[in-house]
């Protein structure tokens, strides 16, 4: 089946250091990769995403790359900030063929200490 | 432009009373889910729809769960009974099909339920 799996947390960093979410999947053919954020108070919202193989995506200073061979999608940033304490999402979304719905892991929570 | 709007966002109440959540979700799209978020459980997709019509709702959990779309605009969820167990927080989400395609959905803030 289809499944998502993150490094558990709390991750608690000082600000400006650097940033690795751990999430690898698994997945019936080559699904799409998501990073979704939730802030305190809010729903989740889309960060980032990755359709096929060595693409990356990025946004707002987080990037994550689609590698097949390790079947993972590890969000990464160079420095963080207090602003990006949040709740963490990867999320994977299979063909179409194979069920066409996202599956997301348990969430990640980062706590980031002025 | 209005993002997903949910009501109540809080929302408490005894066990064995009935429960009705309601999402209006963003004009134009055209897919709407239903999610229930739990620290024991993460984020679980219950139900969604297209085009107002249930496509899958393998992911309601039992018989005391319902969800309908009368039109485009609006959705409720519903409990009946509702049970401890049930306490959780209700996402509704909604997208486009040709952004459903790319697996962006668009988050409402949530409805906290407690049962007592």
């Known amino acids: 089946g289809n499944s998502v799996t993150q490094m558990e947390g709390p991750v608690t960093l000082s600000e400006e250091a650097f940033l690795t979410i751990n999430c690898t999947y698994t997945a019936t053919g080559y699904p799409s990769l998501f990073w979704y954020v939730q802030y305190p108070g809010e729903g989740l919202q889309l960060l980032l995403k990755a359709t096929k193989a060595d693409d990356k995506g990025s946004n707002k200073g987080f990037e994550a790359t689609y590698r097949k061979e390790t079947t993972s999608f590890h969000l990464e940033k160079g420095s963080v900030q207090v602003s990006d304490s949040a709740v963490y999402f990867c999320a994977l979304r299979p063909p179409m063929e194979y069920g066409n719905k996202l599956v997301f892991g348990a969430g990640t929570i980062l706590r980031v200490k002025s | 432009d209005a993002g997903v709007i949910q009501s109540p966002r809080h929302e408490v109440t005894e066990m064995g009373q009935e429960v009705t959540l309601r999402c209006k979700p963003i004009?134009?799209?055209?897919?709407l889910f239903w999610y229930r978020q739990t620290m024991m459980r993460g984020l679980e997709l219950l139900i969604y729809f297209n085009n107002n019509v249930p496509i899958d709702d393998s992911g309601m959990p039992e018989d005391r769960f319902s969800a309908k779309m009368p039109n485009a605009s609006f959705s409720t969820l519903k409990i009946q009974p509702s049970e401890p167990r049930d306490s959780a927080v209700y996402f509704c989400a909604s997208s486009l099909d040709r952004v459903w395609n790319t697996g962006e959905l668009f988050f409402g803030e949530g409805s906290r339920l407690t049962v007592l």
């Open positions: 004009s134009g799209h055209d897919y």
